[in-house]
């Protein structure tokens, strides 16, 4: 059975740091991308970052650009999302999502955790 687990959310103030990880088992991805969306009360969910199988390639959403880096490490099956400078609009519950029938990391990933809360008090 696949799973993904997210860890490392929790309530901080703006401008600090946070580091999300995700941990995939039932099978390997490493050939497959990961990443990260979020969903805020009241919105619809969001593309935050995604990586390549092998860290090649990564995509932000313009609103992280620069804050936020999306890493991986294939040997423990896990994605990363290092959150620097964090604003109060980015409360959120942030799940992370793979696809291992695509190269790119969309909506219509087959593979999601249950999400971990990330509130930023400003």
């Known amino acids: 059975q696949v799973q993904l687990v997210e860890s490392g959310g929790g309530l901080v103030q703006a401008g600090d740091s946070l580091r999300l990880s995700c941990v995939a088992s039932?099978?390997?991805?490493?050939?497959?991308?990961m990443g990260w969306f979020r969903q805020a009360p009241g919105k619809e969910r969001e593309f935050v970052a995604s990586?390549?199988?092998?860290?090649?390639?990564?995509a932000y959403a313009d609103s992280v650009k620069g804050r936020f880096t999306v890493s991986r490490d294939n040997a423990k099956n896990m994605v990363y999302l290092q959150m620097n400078s964090l604003k109060s609009e980015d409360t959120a519950v942030y799940y992370c999502?793979?696809?291992?029938?695509?190269?790119?990391?969309?909506?219509?990933?087959?593979?999601w955790g249950q999400g971990t809360q990330v509130t930023v008090s400003s």
């Open positions: 039932g099978r390997s991805f490493s050939r497959s991308p």
């Open positions: 990586i390549s199988w092998n860290g090649g390639s990564t």
């Open positions: 999502a793979t696809d291992p029938t695509r190269p790119i990391l969309t909506y219509d990933a087959p593979f």
